[in-house]
């Protein structure tokens, strides 16, 4: 079963408008998420992070937004660029119930930025 | 400052084979995980070292894999009697302390079981 969902597979948008990202989360125990994003060959970048004491992060044209009664977090990009192109993943950890913060991924979102 | 690395970036090998991924963590990192990404989906947890130790090893799939990290720093990944459903993206990625840290990637070891 999974924990955590993107549940679209893909996303184009015009270059300049807004991206946004949608996951999903089913574990209450999860406090802590991220954004992470990967271009081919290449590992998993760190993007931006939030806390669920916090229902917003934002961080240059990035912003994190969470809602806990939903259990949803969303990520806007504004404007978007063309090297936004990439995958992005949502993931989540349960840090307050132990001392490993091992992450949970969703599937992944191929975001396409066209010119 | 250099980032995770891992070798070999490729890795092609016939079922029933030995495998071992190495991962260098970033200097000074005493937190270590490994990830498996299986194709479409996302990394999925295998296991942490805190030091030297395995500290949550819950993700390893079955007793054909395991991993040591025997001075705190480079970790190895061993495979056994690979399985063609072993083929993946395995990703390696170190923090800090490993409490609340961000953790950094690796660009990661495909592995190809024939």
């Known amino acids: 079963d999974q924990q955590v969902k993107q549940n679209s597979p893909s996303l184009s948008v015009q270059e300049g408008r807004i991206s946004i990202l949608n996951c999903d989360y089913t574990?209450?125990?999860?406090?802590?998420f991220l954004w992470y994003k990967k271009y081919p060959a290449e590992g998993p970048t760190f993007l931006i992070s939030?806390?669920?004491?916090?229902d917003k992060n934002e961080d240059g044209r990035f912003t994190v937004f969470l809602n806990k009664s939903a259990k949803h977090l969303s990520l806007h990009i504004v404007p978007s660029q063309p090297g936004d192109s990439a995958v992005y993943f949502c993931?989540?950890?349960?840090?307050?119930?132990?001392?490993?913060?091992?992450?949970?991924f969703g599937k992944g979102i191929t975001l396409s930025v066209r010119p | 400052g250099a980032g995770v690395s891992q070798t070999p970036s490729n890795k092609v090998t016939e079922k029933g084979k030995y495998v071992e991924l190495r991962c260098d963590p970033i200097?000074?990192?005493?937190?270590l995980y490994w990830y498996r990404q299986s194709l479409g989906q996302g990394p999925e947890f295998l296991i942490y070292?805190?030091?030297?130790?395995?500290?949550?090893d819950s993700g390893l799939p079955n007793d054909r894999f395991f991993a040591v990290r025997p001075e705190g720093s480079v970790s190895t990944l061993k495979i056994q009697r690979t399985e063609r459903g072993d083929s993946a993206v395995y990703l390696c990625?170190?923090?800090?302390?490993?409490?609340?840290?961000?953790?950094?990637f690796g660009p990661g070891t495909r592995l190809t079981v024939l």
């Open positions: 200097s000074g990192h005493t937190a």
């Open positions: 993931a989540a950890s349960a840090r307050v119930s132990g001392a490993n913060s091992k992450l949970t």
């Open positions: 990625a170190s923090s800090l302390t490993g409490q609340t840290d961000t953790q950094y």
């Open positions: 070292f805190q030091g030297t130790g395995a500290a949550d």
């Open positions: 939030i806390s669920s004491i916090k």
């Open positions: 574990n209450s125990m999860f406090d802590y």
